[in-house]
Structures are given as structure tokens and as C-alpha cells.
């Protein structure tokens, strides 16, 4: 039985075929992505009403929060997927942590940037050395880790095992990021959202930073197989299917 | 946005806050797009890199034969 499954897991890892049916996926993932972005902004952007507190500048977190539950869901995503590849050797979980990298990197990027944005007009400073902002930076410098040590490290095992210890290690951050802002005195506003009791948020305002979220989600799905699918063609250019595949193009 | 009628003129104002919504919005629009761009470019990259080692491959058998 387990050698069953363990021969059907590693048939529909192997690299032809996710190119195979990746290809497929994309646009069920690519186009629902788009529809409800242009749904949550709307809702965020038009429906929405105006915080009492905040005045329109809260509209920043329809990006921002999402951006910031990216960083670290695209993170988790990578070290699974890295401990996958170093413990069974699946080449093709070693090549989803390298291309969601990047695209983690710039959700991080954007979470830190839009959220600086937010802070100048409410807390009149762009940038506070605080737990939540200092560990979200942190996140930014392990995906910069990640990337060069895959891009420095020239055999390409050697690399995914370094590079993915790494991302491993790195997990601790992930639970500092998110309880950072009850551990310590933060700046950082509470959990609004994800809590346990009901979030304390207007429905109205839940409904754009939900579907803004999974927009998110699909769209890093979509971009992920783009990536992983560029990985397995380079990965594999020695191979009879992947030369037969690139003469056609 | 305050149930009165809809301006457009007030809806880019932001309440005073455009500079920071505005950039937070195309700041977020920039960064999708070059997400869906540049694995784009990085395919076309990797093609080319491909149909040449499959060139050069070639080459080295052609020389080995002759």
C-alpha cells in the first residue's frame, strides 16, 4: 500500500509531468485572481466607508494586509516545501521553493513599504525600529538569503540543501512576526482579523481585505507554476523531453 | 463617499491622504505587474539557453563522428 502511494507520489512529482499539467492550471488560477482583485478594489476603494479614526488613509490596508499575509503564508509554503525536498529528495518541491522566493520577496517588499506609507500620517514617522516592523525586515533579509545563496552556490543539490536549511532555520521568525504585536509594546496595531473571538472590523471593510486576500493567494498560485515551470525547463535541459519540448518553441 | 453625492475630484483627494493611498495602490499595481512579466522574460531566457546547449551539443557529436 505505502509503496503504492509512494510510487504515485513520485509520478505526479516528477518534473514532465507538473510541467504537463502546470500549464493547464495556470489560467484557473490567473483569471479568478484577476476578477476578484478588480471586485476587492472596488469594494475597498468604493464601498467601503470611511474609518472614524483613520479617515480614508486606512484604505492602505486592503494592500497592505494582504501583502504582509503573503510574506509570511509564500515563506511557510517555501520551507515546507524545502523540508520536502531535503528529506524525500523531491526535486520538484525544491524547485516551488525557489520560484516562490522572489515573489515572496516582493510581498514583503510591498507590505513594508505600504505599510511605511500608513505610519507617516498616523503615527508621523515612516519607519519605527518596533517588533512587528524589525521582524517583517527580517523576513525581507531571509528571502535575500535564500536567493543568493541558490544563486551562488553553483551545483544545483548543493544549493537547494543550502538554501533551504536556511529557509528552514528561518521559520522561527514567522511566529515573532505574528505575535509581535502582543509580546511586546508595539506602535503596530492589534489583530483585527486573525483572532479568535469575532474580528473587529466593520463587515463592510472585511469583505475587500478577504477577497483581496485570496485574489492574492490565486495570484501568487498562478505566478508560483509560471516560475516553477521556467525552473523545471532549466533544471532539466539535459533531458530528452525537455529538448524535444524546446525545439518546438 | 460620505453618502452625499459621488465626486471624483474628492475620491482622489482621499480625505487629504492621496500621496499615501495613491502610492500604496500603484506601488502594489507595479509590483503585480513585473510579477507577471518577468517569469515572461526568464522563459524566453531559459529557452534560448536550452536550444543552445542542444546546438552545442550537436556540434560536439558532429566533431566526434567526423
Known amino acids: ?249 | 463617499m460620505n453618502g452625499s453625492e459621488f465626486s471624483w475630484s474628492e475620491f482622489f483627494h482621499m480625505g487629504g491622504y492621496a500621496v499615501f493611498v495613491w502610492s500604496s495602490y500603484g506601488l502594489a499595481l507595479g509590483i503585480v505587474l513585473v510579477n507577471i512579466v518577468s517569469p515572461l522574460i526568464e522563459r524566453k531566457r531559459v529557452v534560448k539557453r536550452v536550444k543552445r546547449a542542444i546546438a552545442r551539443d550537436r556540434h560536439a557529436s558532429q566533431a566526434n563522428n567526423s
Open chain 1, 1 to 249: 500500500m505505502i509503496k503504492k502511494i509512494w510510487a504515485w507520489i513520485q509520478r505526479f512529482s516528477s518534473p514532465k509531468h507538473f510541467y504537463a499539467i502546470s500549464g493547464k492550471l495556470i489560467p484557473w488560477f490567473a483569471v479568478p485572481a484577476f476578477l476578484l482583485g478588480i471586485y476587492g478594489l472596488y469594494m475597498g476603494l468604493f464601498v467601503a466607508p470611511t474609518d472614524y479614526q483613520q479617515g480614508e488613509s486606512y484604505r492602505i490596508i486592503f494592500i497592505h494586509v494582504p501583502a504582509a499575509w503573503m510574506s509570511m503564508f509564500i515563506y511557510i509554503v517555501m520551507a515546507i516545501s524545502a523540508a520536502i525536498g531535503l528529506i524525500w529528495q523531491i526535486k520538484l518541491a525544491d524547485m516551488i521553493a525557489a520560484a516562490s522566493a522572489p515573489i515572496g520577496a516582493w510581498f514583503t517588499f510591498l507590505a513594508l513599504v505600504t505599510g511605511s506609507l500608513w505610519g507617516k500620517p498616523m503615527w508621523g514617522a515612516y519607519w519605527v525600529w518596533d517588533a512587528r516592523l524589525t521582524s517583517e525586515l527580517i523576513l525581507l533579509f531571509l528571502y535575500f538569503g535564500y536567493m543568493a545563496l541558490q544563486s551562488s552556490i553553483e551545483d544545483q543539490r548543493t544549493a537547494d540543501k543550502a538554501s533551504g536549511l536556511l529557509v528552514i532555520v528561518g521559520v522561527v521568525n514567522i511566529p515573532i512576526i505574528h505575535y509581535s504585536v502582543e509580546w511586546w509594546n508595539t506602535l503596530h496595531q492589534g489583530a483585527t482579523v486573525a483572532k479568535f473571538d469575532k474580528p473587529s472590523m466593520h463587515i463592510d471593510m472585511l469583505i475587500p481585505l478577504l477577497v483581496m486576500a485570496l485574489a492574492a493567494k490565486l495570484f501568487y498560485a498562478a505566478i508560483v507554476l509560471m516560475r516553477a515551470r521556467n525552473e523545471v525547463l532549466y533544471r532539466e535541459r539535459n533531458r530528452q523531453w525537455v529538448r524535444d519540448l524546446v525545439k518546438k518553441l
